[in-house]
Nanobody, 123 residues
């Protein structure tokens, strides 16, 4: 069974940093693209950052470029999102999701979702 489990979300002050983790199992990690998405209350879920596990190709939403970094540890089947210089507008539930194709996940298409981890950034 495919499982994705996010962790690392918590309350942090503006300007602070967090590292989110998405531990995965039940599929061949290196064959998939993995994405971080976020959803604030009353707003649409949006893609934040994506990575292709095999070759490391990445995408970042414009508003997080230079602040967030997505990486993988293929040996641990885990994806990380390092978030620096956090802003109140980054407050959301962050979800990881996977697609077998990078071209799919950059279009927001997700085969499997995690349950999310809450990031709250205070001003």
């Amino acid at each position: 069974e495919v499982q994705l489990v996010e962790s690392g979300g918590r309350l942090v002050q503006a300007g602070g940093s967090l590292r989110l983790s998405c531990a995965t199992s039940g599929f061949t990690f290196r064959d998939y693209a993995i994405g971080w998405f976020r959803q604030a209350p009353g707003k649409e879920r949006e893609g934040v950052s994506f990575i292709n596990a095999e070759d490391g190709r990445t995408y970042y939403k414009t508003s997080v470029k230079g602040r967030f970094t997505i990486t993988t540890d293929n040996a641990k089947n885990t994806v990380y999102l390092q978030m620096n210089n956090l802003k109140p507008e980054d407050t959301a539930v962050y979800y990881c999701g996977v697609n077998v194709m990078y071209s799919g996940i950059i279009r927001g298409l997700v085969d499997y979702w995690g349950k999310g981890t809450l990031v709250t950034v205070s001003s």
